[in-house]
């Protein structure tokens, strides 16, 4: 009988289903966990599901029974890999499931950035379209996508996705990777070429410490003042304190974010008190659709079962 423990169930919404594995098994639920929580509420469990709560050595040290950790999401910083690659702990993760949901959130970005929706759509609400002098309001710049570059940095199923909106819209597109390509017609340059020529550049990678604050004052400063930067990756990836000082001095033309460096930003974030039209930041959606996050929480079960089965799937360990 496996003991089976979600810490976060309350990551994923209500109205999506959770089926139970097949194989015999007790199963717990929690909505959230405290830190100080976690050793209690895990002693005895196998398999652990986690999302964001972090599972370092010193918790993870005194879970001897435990066997399996089932991320419910793609990244996996919060986990203590290293520790768990050593102890024989299967870590697995979710992959290729926010095929459509992150791309096209990434454009919706780009899209209302380049076009400055909201900085009209303020001007509207504010009554100066009642006041123009001619059946047009003007003041933003308008820009098009197509004949334009992006530039994308990860070369994974989110970046390639988004490359395939980019080709629909007849912008050039350029990866910034690592050779091998890992699909045809992929052609690499390096990063900062890819920063210098882009007038859009999406970052699409998880965050390890090797590529923490990639972009910073440094490649900002080597980008188009009428580039934008969008994130709907990993918010430290970026040096948000760089990035609002890049958007105040007109460095770049605008950003879209999805991601902040510490989530939920309860002690606040400097990006958080820009006020700026060419600055659009949400909350951590661009994976969440209804029909994506459904395929996360099928993919986990589907994890576990494999685990079970002998024979791990997804596994970074």
Known sequence: MHNIVFLERDSIEPSITVRRPTFPHHWTEYGKVASEELVQK????DIVSVNKIHLR???LSQLPALRMIAVAATGTDNVDIG???ERGI???NIRNYAVHSVPEHAFSLILALRRNLFAYCRDVEAGLWGEAEQFCLSGYPIGDLHGSTIGIVGEGVLGQGTAQIARGFGMRVLFADHEPPKAPG????PLDEVLSESDVVTLHL??????RNLIGARELGMMKKSALLINTARG???DEDALAQALRNGVIAGAGFDVLSVEPPKSGNVLLDLKLHNFILTPHIAWASRGAVQALADQLIDNIEAFVAGAPRNSLT
């Open 42 to 45: 895990l002693t005895g469990a």
């Open 57 to 59: 050595a010193e918790v």
């Open 83 to 85: 520790y768990c690659r």
């Open 90 to 92: 299967v870590v697995s």
């Open 186 to 189: 992929v052609d690499f340059v």
């Open 206 to 211: 998880p965050l390890t410490a090797q590529n």
């Open 236 to 238: 430290g990836l970026v």
